[in-house]
């Protein structure tokens, strides 16, 4: 079936070091992925999206990651502030055709220790 | 500001009252969407809407209604016939064009607890 999981739920980091947050998808067809970050509370804001003709996409301190051959996408925030600690989802939306829904993984909670 | 806005923050409910969520968003995107979250959870689809007037069932749609009469608003309604309605509440929005993908935007959630 469909799923998009993570590899860990929590991960805890020192301030300064980089951060790798993990996801797993298993529908082959994904062909858009998108990172979350969610503050307790609050509403997903959008971090960053790769589409499957990429490998690697960079934006402010953040670099994702898609391996197509093993289906894994990763997130990674360079030197991570407290600031980022939040929970990160994943989310994929690759049936193709018209459709917009974007499934979500459980996310990982992200603890940036000062 | 361009945004989504969604309220109450908090809404408290009675068993067997049916309540209505607002959701309004100014960015002029088509599609809108409605999702519950549930602690430790990630967000599961319960209706969403490419276009005025119409709208199909996500993943979760028993004992939830909606609307989408405007452009701009797509109100959400938790029914009695919804056995486990306290959860936390989202909205989103996204432009569509074409064959690609956009990213949806958030709002900041309503809080629905049912006493």
């Known amino acids: 079936g469909e799923s998009v999981g993570l590899h860990l739920p929590t991960l805890s980091v020192q301030e300064g070091d980089n951060s790798i947050i993990n996801c797993a998808y298993s529908?082959?067809?994904?062909?858009?992925f998108i990172w979350y970050k969610q503050e307790s509370g609050k509403g997903p804001q959008f971090i960053i999206d790769?589409?499957?003709?990429?490998d690697k996409r960079q934006g402010q301190r953040v670099t994702v990651l898609l391996n197509k051959t093993v289906k894994h996408l990763s997130l990674q925030i360079a030197a991570t502030q407290p600031g980022d600690s939040a929970v990160y989802f994943c989310a994929e939306n690759g049936r193709g055709g018209s459709n917009y829904k974007l499934t979500f993984g459980k996310g990982t909670l992200l603890t940036v220790n000062p | 500001d361009g945004g989504i806005t969604q309220s109450p923050k908090y809404l408290f409910r009675k068993e067997g009252q049916n309540v209505t969520l607002s959701c309004e968003q100014n960015l002029n995107h088509d599609a809108m969407y409605w999702y519950r979250q549930d602690p430790g959870q990630g967000l599961r689809l319960i209706y969403y809407?490419?276009?005025?007037?119409?709208?199909q069932k996500g993943d979760i749609a028993e004992g939830y209604s909606v609307s989408r009469e405007k452009k701009e608003s797509f109100p959400l309604t938790v029914t009695s016939a919804q056995k486990n309605p306290t959860a936390f509440y989202l909205c989103?929005?996204?432009?569509?064009?074409?064959?690609?993908?956009?990213?949806?935007?958030f709002g900041p959630g309503t809080r629905l607890t049912v006493l």
């Open positions: 989103a929005s996204s432009k569509i064009s074409g064959m690609s993908y956009n990213e949806q935007f």
């Open positions: 790769i589409r499957s003709n990429m």
């Open positions: 809407s490419q276009i005025v007037n119409d709208f």
């Open positions: 529908n082959s067809a994904s062909d858009y």
